[in-house]
T-cell receptor, first 111, second 112 residues
Framework: QKEVEQDPGPLSVPEGAIVSLNCTYS??????FMWYRQYSRKGPELLMY????GNKEDGRFTAQVDKSSKYISLFIRDSQPSDSATYLC???????????FGKGTTLSVSS | NAGVTQTPKFQVLKTGQSMTLQCAQD?????MYWYRQDPGMGLRLIYY???????DKGEVPNGYNVSRLNKREFSLRLESAAPSQTSVYFC???????????FGQGTRLTVV
């Protein structure tokens, strides 16, 4: 079993839809959780960063972490065509360990 | 405000050739990383440098070497390129190992 599992999609939604992106993980030591967005032929850019369990909201984006279920989610409200990208979850354990990435989910938002 | 800069952006190599990918960051970050990204495989860590003067292997280090030249620069060397090393390579940096990483724009490498 891979440490981090992420459904690759692709996921296609109409403009304005609510999008839910998810990752599961197996390592209970993971404490720091991130979501990166990657446009085609570009480097990943950090979108959301959360520590331990709970929710974090930033504009149209909400990140949720459920450590008891080893499950993290990214919700995008009122999705826009500019949200079309690949979304990668990433996580790490204690200080001194490198980020482990999911394989990414490709999202397409049509106008 | 450059952030993380990688050179070159594109490269084609013949099997057996060597080359060095360069990476520099201007954010005064302590930690730097090299990842490769392949279709269906996601980002996989090749090597990382937690701080100036240290380097460690990641998930897929075979066929690569690295040098942390100074705090700003972290290079990745392919001594004898193989077609299996065809990939997009990303350099990243972070303040410390437990903070978020910032990525460069990538180097697209093809080995024929």
């Amino acid at each position: 079993q891979k440490e981090v599992e992420q459904d690759p999609g692709p996921l296609s939604v109409p403009e304005g839809a609510i999008v839910s992106l998810n990752c599961t993980y197996s390592n209970s030591a993971f404490q720091y959780f991130m979501w990166y967005r990657q446009y085609s032929r570009k480097g990943p850019e950090l979108l959301m960063y959360t520590y331990s369990s709970g929710n974090k909201e930033d504009g149209r984006f909400t990140a949720q972490v459920d450590k008891s279920s080893k499950y993290i989610s990214l919700f995008i409200r009122d999705s826009q065509p500019s949200d079309s990208a690949t979304y990668l979850c990433a996580m790490r354990g204690q200080a001194g360990t490198a980020l482990i990435f999911g394989k990414g989910t490709t999202l397409s938002v049509s106008s | 405000n450059a952030g993380v800069t990688q050179t070159p952006k594109f490269q084609v190599l013949k099997t057996g050739q060597s080359m060095t990918l360069q990476c520099a960051q201007d954010m005064n970050h302590n930690s730097m990383y090299w990842y490769r990204q392949d279709p269906g495989m996601g980002l996989r860590l090749i090597y990382y440098s937690a701080s100036e003067g240290t380097t460690d292997k990641g998930e897929v280090p075979n066929g690569y070497n690295v040098s942390r030249l100074n705090k700003r620069e972290f290079s990745l060397r392919l001594e004898s390129a193989a077609p299996s090393q065809t990939s997009v390579y990303f350099c990243a940096s972070s303040t410390h190992m437990n903070t978020e990483a910032f990525f460069g724009q990538g180097t697209r490498l093809t080995v024929v």
